[in-house]
């Protein structure tokens, strides 16, 4: 079992930052770690992805704002979103032991999400 902790949500004005974190109980060698995202009535969708060999990966819709990290000697994920507007407002979610960058049906574990909330 791995044990995934969000935090660093909250309420921003469109055009702050925010870096959200992701701390897990463990480390999966070999999977991939990964943030999502749902907006209420909204389907999930993938942001971005830290690959077995160390890369990120980006879905497609999701470039230049976001910035994904990790400290493996503290098992934490980071995401760095920059220039916050209100379509970002939304559930973020961390998920690990995944076999895909971006294809949520692959992770195994999630965390309880962080709350982001950009006003304009």
């Known amino acids: 079992q791995v044990q995934l902790v969000e935090s660093g949500g909250g309420s921003v004005q469109a055009g702050g930052s925010l870096r959200l974190s992701c701390s897990a109980s463990r480390t999966i060698r070999g999977t991939y770690v990964a943030w999502f995202r749902q907006a209420p009535g909204k389907e999930r969708e993938a942001i971005a992805c830290?690959?077995?060999?160390?890369?990120?990966g980006y879905a497609d819709s999701e470039t230049g704002r976001f910035a994904i990290s990790q400290d493996k000697s503290k098992n934490t994920l980071y995401l760095q979103i920059d220039n916050l507007k209100p379509e970002d407002t939304a559930m973020y979610y961390c998920?690990?032991?995944?076999?895909?960058?971006?294809?949520?049906?692959?992770?195994?574990?999630w965390g309880q999400g962080t709350q982001v909330t950009v006003s304009s």
């Open positions: 830290i690959k077995p060999r160390g890369n990120a």
């Open positions: 998920a690990a032991g995944g076999t895909a960058c971006v294809n949520a049906q692959t992770y195994t574990y």
